[in-house]
Structure formats: structure tokens, C-alpha cells
């Protein structure tokens, strides 16, 4: 069901106002780059990304909390519960989950329906049970996991504008490739973690235990391509959008470029990030560098 068939709600109030201010937390918590990069976004833009950024944080923290105790059923029973509540309230607007209700406002107000949370909650339930991934079961992974929070963002950022639906239509690559760079610079820097905490390996063929300097190379050359594509169509976003896609665009560029100089001993070993001044002088950079 289209959300944009949800009968009209009552103005907003002050149970829409706490789920916003939860969602918000979830993303000051869980993530600094995005957060940080959101802060520039208008409103109601800055809002709508934070409600739909919380939902994806909160279903990627059932699949990946550490937590021995939690075994797969359970996880699953979750997972499934949340997905439940998503569709349910993507047809009411309403939901007694708190980052469910916010995501459910922004859905509504912006178009996003069934056709993008169903691939994301897929490849959550892909992450119960895979650990080495094909080349095919890859491609699936990262389209549900990140090139749909990509276009849940496009959604967002054009849905006061007059042509939204061929702008979308003309941007969604762009978006999506945004997010499968994001998300396989993610699985880079997570590498040790998610091999020896989670049991995982997302790269098809990779040995993580003879991970080395020429696999680290090929891995950024993907995702260069992947942030040159993002990168060509920035322009074309709405101006109000324009400038927080741009520094998050720059910040994970700034990630690879590090990551590249990064043997990949110590890849395998530690987490690399980009320290905060240095985020700031990306941001500055990305702001004042080019034209907004």
C-alpha cells in the first residue's frame, strides 16, 4: 500500500515530537560522520533522514549485537517483529515503537514504501545465516542494506519538489552507489571485526587471514568507482540537500584515502577512522572548497 494513501493525521504532536528526539539520539549515538553531516541538512529534510537512519541502525543492531545469549531464533523473532510493525504502520502511520513511529511519519510524508523496506529487512535476515558471500548474494546484500538507504534518502530529499518522481527516477543511481560505497568502506574498516567477532566476511573470495595489500587495492578501486559515480550527480541535488551529501560524500572519501595508505596487516588488526579535526577540515573543504 502507497504511503501516500495513509488517511491524513491530526497535526503534529507530542508523540511524533519524542520519536523524533529518539531517532535523533540513535543517530548522535551510533554514528558521528552521518550525524555530524546531517546537522546541515534543512528542515524538515534533517528530521526525515534522522527517522529513517534510526530504523536502519536499529534492525542492523539486532543482527549485529555481540551477545552470545542472543541466539539466532531470537534475533530472528525480532527482526521479523520489527518488519511486522514497519508494514503495519507504514498503513496507519502509527506504531507504539518509538523509532518506528518516526520512520512511519517520514515514510508517509516522503514516499517511501514497501518496495525499499523489504529488500533492507532481507538483507538484515541475510546477516542470521550467511557468512561468506558469493558474488550474487553480495550484490542483493548491499543493495538491500545500503543502495535502499540511499534512495530512502533521495526520497527525502526530494519530496517537496515539483518533479520529485522524474528526479528520482534520474538520481536513483546516483544514490545507490552512494550507499554501496559507504557500506563496502564500512565493511573495509569493520574487517577484523566482523571476522572474528561476528564470523562474517562480506567480499566474495576473500581470505581474511591472507588479507593483503593487493586485496586491499581492489577493494578501493571498486569503491573509487563507486564514489566517482555518487560524486557526478551531487550537483543535481537540491540545494537545501546538497551541501550535507557533499561532506559525508568528502568524509568517506577522506576514509578510503586513508585506508589506502593503511597496511593491511594492520587493517586485519584495528578499526581506521578518520579523527574528528580532521573531519572538520573535510568538512570546511567539502563546504568552501567547491560551491555549495
Do not use: W
Amino acid at each position: 500500500m502507497s504511503p501516500f494513501l495513509v488517511p491524513r493525521r491530526p497535526g503534529h504532536t507530542l508523540y511524533d515530537a519524542v520519536s523524533e528526539r529518539s531517532a535523533a539520539m540513535v543517530i548522535r549515538r551510533y554514528s558521528s560522520s552521518f550525524g555530524l553531516a546531517s546537522l546541515l541538512l534543512g528542515q524538515p529534510v534533517r528530521t526525515h533522514v534522522r527517522n529513517a537512519y534510526a530504523l536502519v541502525r536499529v534492525a542492523d543492531e539486532i543482527v549485529d549485537n555481540p551477545d552470545p545469549g542472543l541466539r539466532r531464533e531470537s534475533r530472528d523473532l525480532m527482526l521479523t517483529a520489527l518488519q511486522d510493525d514497519v508494514h503495519q504502520s507504514l498503513r496507519t502511520g502509527y506504531s507504539p515503537n518509538l523509532t518506528v513511529h518516526a520512520f512511519a511519519a517520514t515514510a508517509s510524508a516522503c514516499g517511501i514504501g514497501a518496495d525499499l523496506v523489504d529488500p533492507f529487512f532481507a538483507s538484515m535476515r541475510m546477516d542470521l545465516d550467511t557468512t561468506v558471500h558469493t558474488p550474487e548474494s553480495f550484490e542483493r546484500y548491499v543493495y538491500g542494506s545500503a543502495e535502499v538507504v540511499g534512495l530512502m534518502c533521495l526520497r527525502v530529499f526530494l519530496a517537496r519538489e515539483p518533479a520529485r518522481d522524474r528526479d528520482y527516477a534520474r538520481l536513483a543511481r546516483g544514490a545507490q552507489r552512494l550507499g554501496a560505497a559507504f557500506q563496502k568502506l564500512n565493511f573495509l574498516r569493520d574487517l577484523a571485526e566482523d571476522h572474528d567477532t561476528l564470523h562474517r566476511c562480506y567480499f566474495p573470495g576473500l581470505d581474511v587471514d591472507r588479507f593483503d595489500d593487493t586485496d586491499r587495492d581492489r577493494i578501493l578501486d571498486d569503491i573509487d568507482t563507486d564514489l566517482d559515480a555518487a560524486d557526478a550527480v551531487i550537483p543535481e541535488l537540491p540545494g537545501g540537500s546538497r551541501r550535507a551529501v557533499r561532506v559525508a560524500h568528502a568524509t568517506f572519501a577522506e576514509l578510503a584515502a586513508r585506508l589506502r595508505a593503511t597496511p593491511a596487516d594492520r587493517i586485519r588488526r584495528t578499526r581506521v577512522r578518520v579523527p574528528d579535526p580532521v573531519k572538520m577540515r573535510v568538512m570546511a573543504g567539502a563546504l568552501y572548497g567547491r560551491r555549495a
